[in-house]
């Protein structure tokens, strides 16, 4: 089974780093930890581009495109470390809100995810659609029909939470909650694949301008070392994260054993490289003022977010092992 993408799929991803390299820079990202309003202007770029049309069918006026093509495009938006509910609306909602595909294909409709078994939602003040986990259901609701507390804090300054208060009476059931947190988790170790690449970058890029004793600091193994071992890490990683992808893509019926070994493989990955990164770039590393932290706060929030490491490691453990208490 090959899982490598297709030169159409290595360069939309090229053309996608490449314009968010021009129009999302670092120095907006942190303008919106600063409290800058979202001028949407990133999510026209995003739907310029194809992302929340990819999945959404032909007829819908779509791409029909499936899993593999989405993958690595969000990736990108990772390594940018482009907030907003870009895996909610381009990887979660075209496979569960069928009518509403021409709306999602336009750019024309957001969508955030909360799963039951987590307070706080992300980004439902800017969704037009919510996809709420309840039990073993998932329900969609309009923003209308859901009451928002005030803006919760997050370690992640672009990223707003909010404790919702809903019912199912008022929305619609559009699917099973597994499906909604596969998806989240598999959308979720796709941008923290970028995530790791975007933060190994900046420390390999500090650690050759960076001088002690007359040679740069990245020349010395114990800088070396720690770095490889991350960049391994992440190696490994994202062929994981490519699988769940394709199992996706092809409905494979372990898609979401799949996806919890994607997250876990993922955000283990992000949290040493954000911790490697962090100790390359020594005392600046530590300053706000670092591009660095906008990043690793990122990878730290999102590794949390539907199901930290050590939860999707035990899912796999119970698909893998009986662990059901035998009955007395």
Sequence with gaps: MRFALSDEQVQAAASLRGLL???????RLRSRWEGAPDDGAVWRHLTAMGLPAMLVPDADGGLGGDELDLVSLLEECGRA??????VETCAVAPRLLASRGGALAAGELQVACGDGEAPLVADADVAECLVL?????????????????ERQPSVDGARSLFEVRWSPADGERV??????????SAGLAA?????????????AEYVQVRRQFGVPVGSFQAVKHPLAT????????RPVVLRAAYSLARRDPAAALHASMAKAFAAESALLSARVALQAHGAIGYSFEHDLHLFMKRAWALSAAFGGPLEHRERVASHLFDLTPETP
């Design 175 to 184: 699917g099973d909650a597994a499906g909604v947190r596969a998806r989240m």
């Design 230 to 237: 991350a960049l391994v890490r992440l190696s490994v990683a």
């Design 21 to 27: 390299a021009r129009e999302f820079p670092a120095t």
């Design 133 to 149: 986990c309840l039990g073993d259901d998932a329900f969609a609701l309009d923003r209308a029909a859901v009451t928002l507390s």
């Design 191 to 203: 941008a923290l694949v970028g995530l790791s690449r975007r933060m190994l970058d900046l420390a």
């Design 81 to 86: 470390g482009v907030p907003g509910p870009v």
